[in-house]
């Protein structure tokens, strides 16, 4: 008898992609198979969702309901859904969707497996939320997407009370993490071949909170540089409240971390801030953007920016705008406020008419384009070492190019090199000759390639009799887009949804 396969759905922020492969690692650990690629369906697929942009809810009642006919011509085929609209939205699901299976929320991720199974027995829907975490999610199994680039949870929940966001009720107060166990974890991955590591929180530099350390978050830092073998350290994301001076100092200390932030801003009216319960005002942030400046000239900063939250005056916007043009943002991932159930902000007075909040968010778009293309041209002439990914650049196959992330984040395509093979996870050092708002071009021959113990990791991976994992959707907009759309690891850098 042939393995079950199964199928992993994943939207929303990276915590919900880290959680994904922790589900993919349970479903393995039980004995289950990942459907291959392209193929026309899966014994078990499991939806894991996103509660944060409007909408949410009806998008996944219309994925399941396409999956109605397939159910009925594939016996024992089995759906669950999981993640924080499960957590929110419990019993529902099974009265709008009664062909669902399994509902499981995200504070017990670990029992999808056996819930599966007694669905299958008991021929009936298993619902099992929980209030409060049972198990950190990097102590269960995974199967990483990546085999050179891997996330690192060290905290799960938030303790902020942001007016717009629904996470801290679907996710918890926050816990964190022993650092030996976060050590531990990142030097397994680095002996597995893993090069890049990004430590994960909703709100990654209150790190230490637990136990009343405000250094904690920089000391884990230089902590992790100091693993050998590890070539790249990125976190995501912080908040502007939490970041301290220390933080800065470790980042420009620490050779292998890299000098790219991502801080979301949301508003640069102190006015809105304080409606949104931000627990900092614009020149705070501004401050922040000068002194990482100072001690890291060649940092890439991105952000996020909420556009037309209730209340938001002409002239509130215009201080948002003030403060793009005073940051100077490599990238921005601006989000047209939308209700979101359960968050005070929905039942505010002064929603803004969607006309013009569509307007300020083309002026907004437009504005960061122009930076961003600025910001980048900046880097035409620079030698950068390019971590070669895979899946990165879309038109790959039709240029006959590469893609990979330069130290700071910023995507470069570049000219394969002749005669001599390149594998995702090694290093290419390129010259940039052009550049564009979103992305880099390196048109001439590279100068180096240097194969890496993650290199050789992809190679054994893909040399392994096993199915290529499906992509991630990551549901956050790219500048410009009105819509949210399948997005890279610049893009994923936006925290829980909004932070």
């Known amino acids: 008898m042939s393995a079950r396969t199964y199928e992993v759905r994943t939207y929303g922020c990276q915590m919900n992609v880290h959680d994904s492969e922790r589900l993919s690692g349970l479903l393995e650990g039980a004995g289950y198979v990942r459907a291959p690629e392209g193929a026309d369906g899966a014994d078990v697929v499991v939806f894991n969702t996103c509660a944060v942009r409007e909408n949410a809810d009806n998008r996944l009642y219309g994925n399941l309901g396409q999956l109605v006919p397939k159910k009925a011509a594939r016996p024992g085929m089995q759906i669950a859904v999981g993640g924080c609209l499960a957590q929110k939205d419990r019993d529902t699901i099974v009265k709008r969707a009664p062909w669902v299976d399994v509902v499981f929320g995200t504070h017990n991720i670990g029992q999808l497996p056996v819930l599966l199974e007694r669905a299958r027995i008991a021929e009936e829907a298993q619902v099992e939320i929980v209030e409060s975490l049972e198990t950190f999610p990097s102590t269960l199994p995974?199967?990483?997407?990546?085999?050179?680039?891997?996330?690192?949870?060290?905290?799960?929940?938030c303790n902020n009370t942001c007016t717009f966001?629904?996470?801290?009720?679907?996710?918890?107060?926050?816990?964190d993490r022993r650092p030996g166990d976060v050590l531990a974890e990142v030097e397994a991955l680095v002996a597995e071949g893993v090069i890049e590591v990004t430590l994960l929180g909703q709100n990654v530099n209150a790190y230490g909170s637990d136990i009343g350390d405000r250094e904690a978050f920089g000391k884990l830092l230089r902590a992790t540089g100091a693993v050998e073998g590890l070539e790249r350290i990125r976190f995501t994301s912080p908040h502007p409240r939490d970041f301290t001076d220390d933080v800065i100092t470790a980042m420009a200390q620490t050779p292998n971390v890299m000098h790219q932030l991502h801080m979301p801003l949301q508003s640069g009216s102190d006015r809105v801030l304080k409606a949104m319960r931000r627990s900092y005002r614009q020149d705070r942030y501004l401050g922040i953007i000068e002194k990482v400046r100072a001690a890291m000239p060649d940092a890439a900063i991105t952000t996020d920016i909420i556009v037309g939250f209730p209340g938001e005056t002409e002239e509130d916007f215009e201080q948002t705008l003030h403060v793009v043009r005073e940051a100077r943002f490599a990238q921005a991932f601006t989000f047209q406020y939308s209700k979101r159930p359960g968050t005070p902000a929905a039942e505010m007075d002064g929603q803004i008419p969607k006309a013009v909040v569509q307007q300020r968010y083309e002026r907004l778009v437009a504005l960061q384009e122009e930076i961003s293309w600025e910001q980048n041209k900046t880097q035409v002439g620079r030698t950068v070492e390019v971590l070669v990914a895979e899946g990165e650049g879309r038109k790959d196959d039709a240029t006959r190019r590469l893609s990979g992330r330069a130290p700071d984040n910023r995507l470069v395509h570049?000219?394969?090199?002749?005669?001599?093979?390149?594998?995702?996870?090694?290093?290419?050092?390129?010259?940039?000759?052009?550049?564009?708002?979103?992305?880099?071009?390196?048109?001439?021959?590279?100068?180096?390639v240097r194969r890496t113990r993650a290199g050789d990791a992809w190679e054994r991976r893909t040399a392994a009799p096993s199915?290529?994992?499906?992509?991630?959707?990551?549901?956050?907009?790219?500048?410009?887009?009105p819509a949210p759309a399948?997005?890279?690891?610049?893009?994923?850098?936006?925290?829980?949804?909004?932070?």
């Open 165 to 175: 966001c629904i996470v801290p009720a679907l996710r918890g107060k926050e816990k």
């Open 467 to 481: 199915t290529q994992p499906a992509g991630v959707m990551l549901g956050l907009p790219t500048i410009g887009a």
């Open 414 to 448: 570049f000219e394969r090199p002749e005669g001599r093979p390149v594998r995702p996870g090694d290093m290419v050092t390129v010259e940039i000759t052009y550049a564009a708002p979103h992305h880099l071009l390196a048109e001439r021959p590279a100068l180096s």
């Open 142 to 157: 995974s199967r990483r997407e990546s085999a050179y680039a891997a996330w690192v949870a060290i905290s799960v929940g």
């Open 486 to 499: 399948p997005v890279g690891p610049m893009a994923a850098a936006g925290g829980c949804a909004i932070d």
